[in-house]
């Protein structure tokens, strides 16, 4: 199955035209066709969360989808989650908080909570903590990132 | 077009977050796969006819929130949040996972326990398998190759229904090791319509007769859970894992029943 397809994907709200074979993953899609590196592949089968995404909204893992299925969709990922030079207050409060250190898990980290946050602000804590199990960090901790999520939550909240 | 490719290992593919992690480490190669989440109709999620209609391409997530009044939507949301983690909840499919028959499944422990129906379409037509027969060992089900699982009807619960869910594995989102599905209702003090699931530890999710009959006619309590746990652990037929074995998975399904049983019993 080498067939070529040319797609065409939205990723943070600009068009990409490639042409991929239909098994190549959204992941390997967004890093080698698009140039866009910020999303990291990590294990590949779904179970680190490095390369997590958003489609439509949702946090998906682009490992496990296929990047033809994402045509049509509107894609996010890190690149687009500054505001130019303002950063985001997710990225912001990572900072702040020490909750990156080698930063290999951080753009699937911040896509994630960017994802549970802007679809419930007011998100419990017994949520958030179901929502960030979903991820993988081998070197800062999870407690840091917890920290950094909710403060950036109380600042989403405050900015309306 | 799945009759078509069927033949020439062609795949269904709905959320692909079990396939396509097989993919990834080469133990699946489909040759061809169909994908169905394009289909009108295929996101339907309706209670009908006392029974919740589930559309193959609806998400886990779906269910995080009741989607039925009564038992059976508070049940659904308790036991989605044992099903990885929340991207995978926002692909992956109530359907996919019942087609796709983890022995750890938690959906199919629910299928099996409440007796849930399983419509199947392929090229000559639909039919309507039981639980009871669609499971039929690991990763084995009653779908013929060129079928696909167009929707699985769950039975609304009574409303008096007590239910409880538990299950043990190792990290949050992991595969269960054991887990336990009891749903009953008590009449004159005593419990009726005993269903006990037990999953993760034989090569499908079953109800386990003999744990049923011990509860049947009794009074809920912890002499009679603790009684119909010992009988379930020593109905199961445990499979003999590499990092756990028979022994093993007899005490924690022991302990999954039981505890399933004192949930069901808080949810009165």
Redesign the interface.
Known sequence: ?NDMTDITLTINGRNYRVRVE??R?LADTLRDECGLTGTNSGC????C?SC?VLVDG????A????AV?AQGKQIRTVEGLADGDKLHPLQQAFIDHHGLQCGFCTPGFLM?AA??LERDPDLSDEDLL??L???LCRCTGYQNIIKAVRAAAAQMRANG | MLAQVAPDDGRVIAG??SL??A???RLALP???V?I?AVAGFDRLAVEDSELAIAACVRH?AFQRPVAAGPLGKLLASVV?HIG????R??GTFCGSVANADPASEWCLVAATLGAKMIARGASGARTIDAADFFQGMMATALAADELLIETRLPLLALDTRCGFYEFSRR??DFAIAMSLAAYRVEGGVIVDPRIGVGGVEGHPRRIAQAEAVLAGRAPGADVFRAAADAAAAAVDPIDGKTENVAYKRDVTRAAVRRALEAAEKSA
């Open positions: 199955m239909p098994r993953t590949e089968h779904g179970v969360g997590t949702d946090p998906v893992r490992c496990l989808m296929f299925q994630l994802g549970v179901d929502a199990s979903s991820n | 692909g977050q396509v992690p993919m990834a480490l040759a061809h796969l994908d989440n997530a949040r983690h929340y991207p995978i926002t692909r949050a989102g």
